[in-house]
């Protein structure tokens, strides 16, 4: 059973800080790692991807990921009340390429 | 361009009823998967297809639930005798090809409730 975690929160932060999200995946040969944002009632929308260790920045994002700790983080920078969302991790299992999903983390931005 | 889309949006139906759901994905996307969400989950995957045919339907959860793609395009899931744990958003995604590291772009779902 391939397991990806993240904590459901909610997490809350002021507006204009740093949001950090985190996820743990159990798949060692997982390689592909994605961010998706999902509103309430709403379909989950792609924000990043990653495939190698280390970080990728895509304006106020970064994703980060480190396989040999099995770990994968979103930072929001500059975070905007439209930014409240739930978060999704998802990860690409060895020899699968459907996705497996965290439960989501659930970001609240305070203006 | 135009995004995947799914139809219905919603369907209410009754225990013991057989429902079709559509989906059309991204044009030019060979690869399509279908999965389930329930609420406070993150969603769950059924089944995927490459082309015509299903390269994984290792998560249809029993022989009630069957998915068709015959041109390579469209694709309906099938659910036969539904029951009322079947209610969920049905979510379908696709993308450029099946290799691992090609981004999945999801549709807005259809809502079913089994009543």
């Known amino acids: 059973q391939k397991e990806v975690e993240q904590n459901s929160g909610p997490l809350s932060v002021p507006e204009g800080a740093i949001a950090s999200l985190n996820c743990t995946y159990s798949?060692?040969?997982?390689?592909?790692f994605f961010w998706y944002r999902q509103y309430s009632g709403k379909s989950p929308e792609l924000i990043m991807f990653?495939?190698?260790?280390g970080d990728k920045e895509d304006g106020r994002f970064t994703a980060q990921l480190n396989k040999a700790s099995q770990y994968v983080s979103l930072l929001i920078r500059d975070s905007q009340p439209s930014d409240s969302a739930t978060y999704l991790c998802a990860v690409t299992g060895s020899g699968a390429n459907n996705l497996f999903f965290g439960t989501g983390t659930r970001l609240t931005v305070i203006p | 361009g135009a995004g995947v889309s799914q139809t219905p949006s919603n369907k209410v139906t009754e225990k013991g009823k057989y429902v079709e759901l559509r989906c059309d994905p991204i044009s030019g996307h060979t690869a399509l998967y279908w999965y389930r969400q329930s609420l406070g989950q993150g969603p769950e995957f059924l089944i995927y297809?490459?082309?015509?045919?299903?390269?994984?339907d290792s998560g249809l959860p029993n022989d009630r639930f069957f998915a068709v793609r015959p041109e390579g395009s469209v694709s309906t899931l099938k659910i036969q005798r539904t029951e009322r744990g079947d209610s969920a958003v049905y979510l379908c995604?696709?993308?450029?090809?099946?290799?691992?590291?090609?981004?999945?772009?999801f549709g807005p779902g259809t809502r079913l409730l089994v009543l």
């Open positions: 297809f490459q082309g015509t045919g299903a390269a994984d």
């Open positions: 995604a696709s993308s450029l090809d099946s290799t691992g590291a090609r981004a999945q772009y």
């Open positions: 798949d060692r040969g997982s390689q592909s």
């Open positions: 990653i495939y190698s260790n």
